[in-house]
């Protein structure tokens, strides 16, 4: 069974999923020491309308990817959870382009205090057990790599999640730049680790419309995320479309899953300029919107499916335990 905020489903259970998004994307240490920035009680009550709305658009399963770096809160989350007609799914992991935390800069094997490497063990307890005291267990594996490349930090990062993946079996999510090439690089070492890459989704490699890019990653066996619809200042929304389009025309439905990577409620983004700026990055917008323009681009349901629903369920079932 796929553990979610509220309980376990089956593969078959999940539905349409969005498999890139997030609830909040925060920053802990503003939150603790200005927690004026996020009222929770509000922002619990705008979450759950918001996502009350996902769910009535056609959406089944939402794959939360915020992770320690991005302010995860799985209480908070699971109040939301508990009020929505919606499964939600957590992540664990770091979320760097840079730097490792301090602690696991210096402790782990090989570093100044020589051992296990406390990330894995953190990963693999969120998996295994529950993250902290709440009993809720993360369902995937998130790295990510960015305008720095594969750093030593970003490394250390992707260590502990090849380890944990190892060890446990949950699929990896990866954030990318297909700008810097660090999907095929995230590959190339989850390959040198032995990690089949068919349970590993590249992130946001919807940013870019160069086919023959995808293709080289879809040929390795990876899932790409076309997760960032709506995102105008990375890639136009008429492009995101038809790079899905031509795509899909190419036989690489089984290779794709859908979803916008965009949240209830950012830190980083100012409401006014999302409002104003980037009004279709919204996972309310995929059913209405993307899955409309797909299917009005010759996309049949037939694929559809096959993004939002069997690839999902495929890649999620190494989250069974």
């Not at 990330?119 to 305008?147: P, Q």
């Not at 594969?150 to 250390?156: E, I, P, S």
């Not at 990055?281 to 499916?305: Q, Y």
Request: net charge negative.
């Amino acid at each position: 069974m796929i553990p979610t905020l509220t309980g376990s489903v089956s593969p078959n259970e999940l539905g349409r999923v969005l498999m890139h998004e997030h609830v909040f994307v925060l920053n802990a240490e503003l939150m603790v020491n200005y927690p004026e920035m996020f009222p929770q009680d509000e922002m619990v009550r705008r979450a759950v309308a918001v996502l009350g709305e996902v769910g009535k658009t056609g959406i089944d399963t939402f794959v939360d990817l915020s992770v320690m770096g991005t302010g995860r809160n799985v209480p908070v989350l699971r109040r939301i959870a508990e009020q929505v007609d919606l499964n939600i799914l957590v992540a664990t992991g770091w979320y760097t382009y840079h730097e490792a935390p301090v602690f696991a800069q210096l402790n782990g094997p090989g570093r100044l205090f020589d051992g296990p490497d406390p990330l894995a063990e953190m990963f693999v307890r969120d998996i295994r057990d529950g993250i902290g005291g709440t009993g809720v267990r993360a369902a995937v594996l998130k790295c990510s790599a960015d305008k720095y490349g594969m750093t030593d930090g970003v490394m250390n990062i992707m260590q502990a999640v090849a380890d944990a993946h190892l060890e446990t079996g949950a699929p990896i999510f990866t954030h990318s730049d297909p700008g810097n090439e660090t999907g095929p690089a995230q590959l190339d070492y989850l390959e040198s680790r032995g990690i089949d890459l068919s349970g590993v989704v590249v992130g946001h490699c919807g940013d870019t419309d160069e086919i023959d890019r995808l293709r080289r990653m879809a040929d390795r066996g990876a899932v790409l995320g076309m997760d960032r619809f709506g995102l105008e200042s990375r890639l136009p929304y008429e492009a995101r479309v038809r790079t899905v389009v031509d795509m899909c025309r190419l036989g690489y439905a089984d290779r794709m899953v859908i979803a916008t990577d965009s949240s209830v409620f950012s830190m980083n983004f100012p409401d006014e300029h999302r409002r104003e700026h980037l009004p279709l990055w919204d996972a309310r917008a995929v059913m209405p919107r993307v899955v409309t323009d797909l299917r009005a681009s010759g996309v049949g349901d037939d694929d559809i499916d096959q993004m939002m629903q069997r690839n999902p369920a495929r890649i999620l079932h190494g989250s069974c335990r």
